[in-house]
């Protein structure tokens, strides 16, 4: 059998901290080695523990969520990083996504669907609803500039045409069994293909893969569809 995913809670609630321990204690894949109250443990907590996943609040007193994520993303080699929170602003699920976090979920998430998204993103899948996918990219949008446009499609310029279609099919959410079906490929040879994307593009996770994508796109004019 293979060993637990190991899973770092951190959140300055205390119940919310017991709660989730207790609720993944149910789970026999899942292994919860500690948890933190606030975003300035961060780093010493997975240095000392070594998780897979952490499940991270964004609202906390000193150092929060987010900028957590940031630091701990820019380690080598660093856990997978999940935001569970009851805020679910744009500029929240943005900033995580950049910060390269692998998914949003928000606290009144169904159990069993926490426990599927630790699972997912330990095995390398990112963990985005549709529903954030969708809210995700049209305040991309939005928002995005033309200098940051610029820089997307300098980097996807570096990529062969094969590695283009695939990250533009990660830019659509699409899990790497979805990308070879549609592309007649194996799934370790999309998983090769990725592990490409991320070392060429400089990026952490295929979350950012697929904001660049979406950084790169054509913007309609205002006013038109």
Do not use: C, W
Request: glycine share 6%; no cysteine; charged share 30%.
């Amino acid at each position: 059998m293979e060993r637990p995913v190991r899973v770092l809670i951190v959140d300055d609630d205390a119940l919310v901290r017991r709660g989730l321990t207790m609720m993944l204690a149910g789970a026999d894949d899942v292994e919860v080695v500690g948890d933190v109250a606030d975003g300035a443990e961060v780093m010493g907590a997975v240095n000392a523990l070594s998780p897979d996943v952490v499940l991270m609040d964004v609202r906390m007193p000193r150092v929060d969520g987010l900028a957590a994520t940031e630091r701990l993303r820019a380690r080598t080699d660093p856990p997978e990083v999940v935001i569970l929170t009851t805020f679910d602003t744009d500029d929240h699920i943005l900033r995580a996504m950049r910060a390269g976090a692998s998914g949003f979920l928000l606290k009144h998430t169904p159990p069993p669907e926490i426990v599927r998204a630790i699972r997912q993103v330990a095995a390398g899948e990112p963990m985005l609803s549709p529903t954030v996918l969708r809210r995700m990219m049209g305040y991309v949008a939005r928002t995005d500039t033309d200098p940051r446009r610029s820089r997307a499609r300098a980097l996807l310029d570096r990529l062969s045409e094969g590695e283009r279609a695939v990250a533009a099919l990660v830019g659509q959410g699409r899990t790497n069994s979805e990308i070879g079906a549609e592309l007649s490929l194996s799934v370790a040879t999309v998983k090769a293909y990725v592990s490409r994307l991320l070392t060429k593009l400089e990026l952490n996770n295929r979350v950012q893969i697929a904001l660049l994508v979406h950084d790169a796109a054509e913007r309609p004019e205002p006013g038109r569809p």
